[in-house]
């Protein structure tokens, strides 16, 4: 499968604790989108990464929200002290950078929030 | 005023009809303008990518795009059930402007058999 892998597809978690979400681009894709799709919302930008780099953050949380694009490995969204408000549908997209890219999505981390 | 206006539907229409999907927007920067499918529990899937304003055809799709009334639209021929679907306008800037994309809440289509 060459697409934009997710994993876990479905994440559980308590209060307080910590969330991780992963993405691997499409092979040959460098570049890394993440988004958030709240209940009843649209789908939201978050953060945009190249490798070991983070290019535009201005839709991220200020507090406990990060994101990484190591050089080995995949993309990493990571929501510390979780709260019920981060209930939602994460994706990620990649593309091949540039505007004229179109960037292809995976099929989200559903997160849920005890 | 929300950037980017769409219709939530649900929008029923019998098999075979054309469909015609909107989008409205206020931000003139906007220059890429998609449209994504969204079946349920998975995620978009893009359909068409255009720059700036005019057609694009692709199959029994086709993207219109009018810049000068801040107007996009999607035109579905020969509608077939299985494209019952969540339909996502996206558009963004160009030129070293926001690279994330600007999303429509999406149209929910049902194509009556």
């Known amino acids: 499968n060459a697409g934009v892998m997710q994993n876990p597809r479905h994440l559980v978690r308590r209060r307080g604790q910590e969330a991780r979400l992963r993405c691997s681009p499409m092979?040959?894709?460098?570049?890394v989108y993440w988004y958030r799709q709240l209940p009843e919302e649209g789908l939201k930008f978050m953060v945009y990464?190249?490798?070991?780099?983070?290019?535009?953050e201005s839709g991220m949380p200020k507090e406990r929200f990060s994101a990484e694009f190591p050089k080995e490995g995949p993309s990493i969204l990571r929501i510390q002290q979780v709260v019920r408000g981060d209930s939602a549908a994460y994706f990620c997209?990649?593309?091949?950078?540039?505007?004229?890219?179109?960037?292809?999505f995976g099929d989200g981390t559903r997160l849920s929030i005890l | 005023q929300k950037e980017v206006e769409q219709d939530p539907g649900p929008l029923s229409v019998p098999e075979g009809a054309i469909v015609s999907l909107n989008c409205t927007y206020s931000?003139?920067?906007?220059?890429?303008f998609m449209w994504y499918r969204q079946y349920s529990r998975k995620g978009p899937e893009l359909l068409m990518y255009?720059?700036?304003?005019g057609n694009k055809e692709d199959g029994r799709f086709t993207a219109q795009v009018d810049k000068s009334s801040k107007y996009i639209s999607l035109f579905i021929r020969d509608s077939q059930p299985s494209d019952s679907a969540t339909y996502l306008c996206?558009?963004?800037?160009?030129?070293?402007?926001?690279?994330?994309?600007?999303f429509g809440k999406g149209t929910h289509l049902i194509i009556q058999p």
């Open positions: 997209a990649s593309s091949l950078g540039g505007d004229n890219q179109p960037q292809h």
């Open positions: 092979k040959g894709h460098s570049h």
């Open positions: 990464l190249q490798k070991e780099n983070i290019i535009d």
């Open positions: 931000n003139s920067a906007f220059q890429y």
């Open positions: 255009t720059y700036s304003s």
């Open positions: 996206a558009m963004k800037d160009s030129g070293g402007g926001a690279d994330g994309l600007t």
